[in-house]
């Protein structure tokens, strides 16, 4: 390929998206980015770039003519993708680029490897319609972005408890051979299924088992 072609890319837009207050002016991240009006509460979250299915990228072949990059894609994979991917067997683009802007914190996720998604693809391909496992890598495009990656060691999880009774509490160490694997699942699934009301008082009452530097508001 010697051409270079212009793309449009779909703008998700949900909740925890940037956007514009009443009576401000200033537009969320991705609004401004691709000069789009901004009507006041909507939430700008991810711009896709690429061949997701769910939201391809349009290319603009002509002033009017534009075609989906998905379907341009497995029309002539090899033209779209080059020679050295089609070889390895690729017949889709292997990655979906997106820029987001978060006002509010994401949900957690947690992608399988690539052996264990392609058994859940073969298993339940409408919940796991990708066999590909789905490794990230974030950029930040402004100061300020704060983003956990992958679960903490088991062991440093277990001196937190050691030094932190209330939180020893509710999560009490393993006792005996119990897998620390399986504690850590159980662990992570009663944090994410507790009352929200009582992970405030959990929370307060952890906060006040720190030492003063390690509090944050």
Known sequence: MDQIYQLQSPVQYYA???????????KPYIADL?????????????????????????????????????????????????????????????????????????SIQAHPDRQLAAVLHERDPNNYPDANHKPEIAIALEPGLEAFCRFREVKEIFGDLRRLPRLAEFLPAPEGSASRQEWLRQAYQRLLTAEPTFMERLLRGVAEDLPPAEVRN
Request: net charge negative; hydrophobic share 40%; with cysteine.
């Open 34 to 106: 691709l000069g789009l009006e901004a009507p006041v509460g909507r939430p700008f979250a991810e711009l896709w770039i690429g061949a997701h299915p769910k939201g391809p990228s349009e290319v603009i072949l002509a002033p009017d003519q534009c075609c989906r990059l998905d379907e341009l894609i497995s029309d002539d994979p090899e033209f779209w993708l080059g020679s050295r991917l089609t070889a390895k067997g690729f017949r889709s683009l292997p990655f979906l680029l997106k820029i987001l802007d978060s006002a509010e914190p994401l």
């Open 16 to 26: 925890w998206g940037g956007r514009r207050e009443e009576e401000s002016s200033s």
